[in-house]
């Protein structure tokens, strides 16, 4: 609630016969400012600011600080933002939960008022990241999946429907719905936010945080959210506003209109390469222009929900008729849609170059794109930035080969349903329309439908040794394939609905078939997925294919009948029709018009209207789910799924001093992009792994292993599964892969990094972790930065960070260090080995944060860059964490 209104911006707005109490952006005037050309994600910070105004967190300075906005400028003003919801998924929601109800435990423990523990903000979570394509190629795969997902998840589940009862203004969209983002755009997101607050109604611009970096998808209805560590998604639910720098705003200006045969996909493939090369970490993105106007709702969904891919904080969307249409389609009220129009128009947040009086907006850097000159584009082999053009493909799939293999002419026979084949390098072995980032679009939802149609009508099968699965963001999807018809087609060619959730995009692709798996490990095929995801990291698909592509549904479904990439889909054949003849993929690419034909007939707004009608009532399973009750949860001791977390143990009502660090080894050493799926993976668990091995002692069998995601809420396995990735390469111990470092406290020898940890932990000894150029790249994953606490990492050192993951750091209580501008660890002669020591670290005692600390490995010493960037980071970091710092602000409150 706003104490203060210095700029007389309260205002009323009266839409129908409804009024809303809002904060005019207008009312911000003087010298220098000039509020009508900020970017509109800026406009939607000022009035944040300006309705939250207290004169202590939020003043009269910030305000003007932000209206007044140098587009040149670095960052260096910090503001504290307040968002209207926190939207979570389950793999990092789950941890959340956990975390809120130790959380209440510690607040009684301290003398403290336990309900104090309970969201200020509205959150929401949906459980989309715990199904897995175990089942596929078959019309009870979805029930099995369904089925298998409850066997394998019920004590979380039963956990979250507790906390559900537990926490006011927390609500969980059951399994089995849908894929968070689109949940999100669908229908939970507003744009356009109302809340009672003292007997007032107030109308705001929608912004949240979630725990998915993936959570940008909603920028594309004009609503500013972005993903954050699970850490710091508790404290803005507690009621903690966002630390935040006033950031640099990138301007994207499109025009013109996609060519026929080029998608959505091939567009954000495009946009992400663009970004990726020009720098964008740290920065908003905005789109603008003509062009903005001619990009369907979907496509623009589509572009925000890879934000993390360019490495923005957000890739956002200004409010328009395609706004309003997209909410209309989905089946929100007319009043919302009347509201969202009026708010915006009234508040300068509405886009349209065409009206009177149309201001561009000024930015602090400009691209842009002709629409027209997007060709058909895939990306991989192990980033999302690495985009090839579908007629090179081919060509530099050889290319990458040599990476992966010395051996290019290897094969493997293999019998499947009674026919000896013959597979190599290369050959797809999952073909996945999968992730949030392309099944929420129906463009190239109903083009893949309609190129496997026209595939079938000729004759065409997928290849017997590619796994093929269909996981659509939403049951809206299922819907519209079933009033087009087109669900046969999808069918006949393997690709059965297997669940709606992230499946083989986060992992949970399930095993590739047996006798493929064998032949593959036999031979040390590298083997490919082609998946319609946004994640392509290695390691992160499956364990036994080491190349991973992006690309549309409808490339998607011809790499399922091409059955290796090292087929030109352009000039190959992909297969013979009924009399024998060639099929090329030009022969069944279905045109735009047709498409558009499809979408008119098939898609309409009662099909949103009556998936969300109940959303969080669940089906009979999640009804009849045993649940326990009370306001504190009953932890169970045996549980290998729920246990109490360890962060608040022993911890006093004040801090103590930040210390320096003397006598530090190496845990690991490492390259460039290390990546949260690097650090804490979310995939299978191993047999022989640390992880592998406590369940086992825990009486679990390997087939109920589940996932590191979906164990997240047991600290015990995530800390044996920090940097057990099996494609991390630590330079401390050459020659190896996975989990394995050298521990100085038994004379370098090689073992794994868990237990390398614990004998450094029983010894006193902290440790420090070297890395690379974006380190921490990937999914807003908090487990990366709880994990390496828990080992005891006391600081890392990287050439440069990823955003989210820097952030997590601190909010755990781990140093982050930069290495000197220009140096690494190989130009300073560092090989891990040396005793590592940090002073400077007390300035931060003294209430300011230190430009640089000193640094000292064994002859070598440098000053490492502090990246705590902001006053709001320095008392997380003081008070050994972003969660203490919460519980004692609530305990003093």
């Not at 992966?404 to 013959?422: H, N, P, R, V």
């Not at 640390?690 to 996932?707: C, I, K, M, T």
Request: glycine share 10%.
């Amino acid at each position: 609630m706003a104490s203060q209104d210095s700029f007389g911006a309260k205002s009323t707005l009266s839409v129908g016969d409804q009024d809303y109490e809002i904060f005019r952006l207008d009312a911000v005037e003087g010298d220098g400012l000039d509020v009508k050309s900020l970017p509109f994600s800026l406009k939607v910070l000022l009035e944040n600011l300006l309705r939250t105004e207290d004169g202590a967190d939020i003043t009269a300075e910030d305000i003007k600080a932000l209206a007044g906005w140098d587009a040149d400028a670095d960052p260096d003003k910090e503001i504290q933002f307040t968002p209207a919801r926190v939207i979570m998924q389950d793999f990092t929601g789950v941890p959340c939960v956990v975390d809120l109800a130790t959380m209440r435990e510690a607040m009684a423990d301290l003398g403290g008022d336990a309900s104090k523990i309970n969201p200020l903000a509205p959150a929401e979570m949906v459980i989309d990241h715990s199904v897995i394509a175990d089942v596929f190629g078959s019309a009870d795969a979805f029930e099995r999946n369904v089925e298998i997902e409850y066997e394998r998840n019920r004590e979380r589940y039963q956990f979250l429907r507790w906390g559900q009862g537990a926490f006011d203004d927390f609500k969980v969209v059951p399994p089995g719905t849908g894929i968070v983002h689109q949940v999100n755009i669908e229908h939970l997101a507003r744009t356009v936010f109302t809340r009672e607050v003292d007997g007032v109604l107030q109308a705001y611009p929608d912004t949240c945080v979630g725990t998915d970096s993936h959570t940008t998808m909603v920028n594309g209805i004009g609503v500013v959210g972005w993903g954050v560590g699970g850490i710091e998604a508790e404290a803005a639910m507690l009621g903690q506003p966002v630390s935040m720098l006033i950031p640099r705003v990138v301007g994207f200006k499109l025009s013109g209109e996609l060519p026929e045969g080029s998608t959505a996909t091939d567009l954000v493939l495009t946009i992400t390469e663009m970004l990726r090369k020009h720098g964008v970490v740290g920065k908003f993105v905005e789109f603008y222009g003509d062009g903005v106007g001619a990009l369907p709702l979907a496509n623009r969904a589509t572009i925000g929900n890879m934000s993390p891919e360019f490495g923005s904080t957000i890739a956002v969307f200004p409010i328009d008729e395609e706004t309003i249409k997209y909410l209309e389609l989905t089946g929100r009220p007319q009043e919302q849609l009347d509201l969202v129009e009026a708010y915006a128009r009234e508040q300068g947040l509405w886009h349209d170059t065409d009206a009177e009086g149309y201001v561009e907006p000024r930015y602090s850097e400009q691209l842009e794109l002709d629409l027209a000159t997007v060709v058909p584009s895939l990306a991989g082999p192990k980033r999302p930035q690495d985009r090839v053009e579908v007629t090179k493909a081919a060509a530099e799939f050889d290319k990458a080969l040599a990476d992966y293999t010395d051996d290019k002419a290897a094969t493997a026979t293999l019998s499947l349903d009674g026919q000896e084949l013959e597979i190599g390098h290369g050959a797809v072995t999952i073909a996945a329309i999968t992730s949030c980032t392309n099944t929420s679009n129906p463009s190239v939802m109903i083009g893949a439908a309609l190129l496997a149609k026209n595939a079938v009508d000729k004759g065409l099968t997928r290849k017997p040794w590619v796994k093929t699965t269909l996981a659509p963001g939403s049951k809206v999807v299922s819907d519209y394939y079933e009033r087009a018809g087109l669900t046969p087609y999808l069918d006949k060619l393997g690709f059965n609905l297997v669940g709606y959730g992230c499946t083989t995009c986060i992992g949970n692709s399930g095993p590739l078939i047996p006798e493929v798996s064998q032949a593959v490990n036999d031979a040390d095929l590298a083997v490919t997925s082609v998946l319609s995801g946004n994640r392509n990291f290695e390691g992160r698909i499956n364990p036994d294919v080491k190349m991973n592509y992006l690309a549309s549904p409808p490339l998607v479904v011809a790499y399922a009948l091409a059955g290796s990439m090292t087929v030109d889909l352009f000039n190959d054949p992909l297969g013979q029709d009924h009399d024998g003849n060639d099929v090329f993929l030009k022969d069944l690419w279905p045109s735009p018009a047709e498409i558009e034909r499809v979408i008119g007939e098939a898609i309409n707004s009662d099909m949103f209207g009556s998936s969300y009608e109940d959303v969080f009532a669940g089906d009979e399973r999640w009804r009849s789910l045993s649940t326990p009750e009370g306001d504190t949860f009953a932890w169970d001791p045996d549980s290998t799924y729920v246990r109490k977390a360890p962060y608040f143990d022993g911890m006093p009502d004040q801090p103590e001093p930040v210390a320096d660090i003397s006598g530090a080894r190496v845990l690991l050493k490492l390259g460039d992009s290390v990546t949260t799926d690097h650090i804490s993976p979310a995939g299978a668990i191993k047999k022989d792994s640390p992880a592998g091995r406590y369940l086992q002692e825990h009486g679990v069998e390997q087939r109920d292993f589940n996932s590191y995601g979906s164990r997240r809420g047991n600290h015990e396995i995530m800390i044996r599964g920090t940097f057990a990735n099996i494609r991390l390469r630590n330079q401390l111990a050459p020659g190896t892969e996975g989990g394995v470092t050298r521990d100085f406290t038994r004379d370098g020898e090689e073992t794994t990094v868990f237990e390398a940890s614990e004998r450094y932990i029983d010894a006193g000894i902290p440790l420090v972790v070297l890395a690379g150029k974006e380190y921490g790249s990937g999914s807003s994953r908090d487990w990366a930065a709880k994990g390496t606490a828990l080992l005891g990492v006391k600081a890392v050192i990287a050439e440069s960070y990823e955003r989210i993951h820097r952030s997590n750091l601190i909010g755990m209580g781990v140093l982050p260090l930069q290495f000197p501008e220009g140096e690494t660890a190989e130009s300073l002669g560092l090989t891990g080995e040396e005793e590592f020591s940090f002073t400077g670290v007390t300035e931060l005692n003294e209430g300011r944060t230190p430009r640089t600390v000193k640094v000292t490995a064994g002859d070598v010493e440098f000053d490492a860059v502090v990246r705590i960037d902001t006053p709001g980071e320095a008392n997380y970091y003081r008070n050994g964490g972003i969660m203490p710092y919460v519980l004692r602000n609530l305990l003093r409150g």
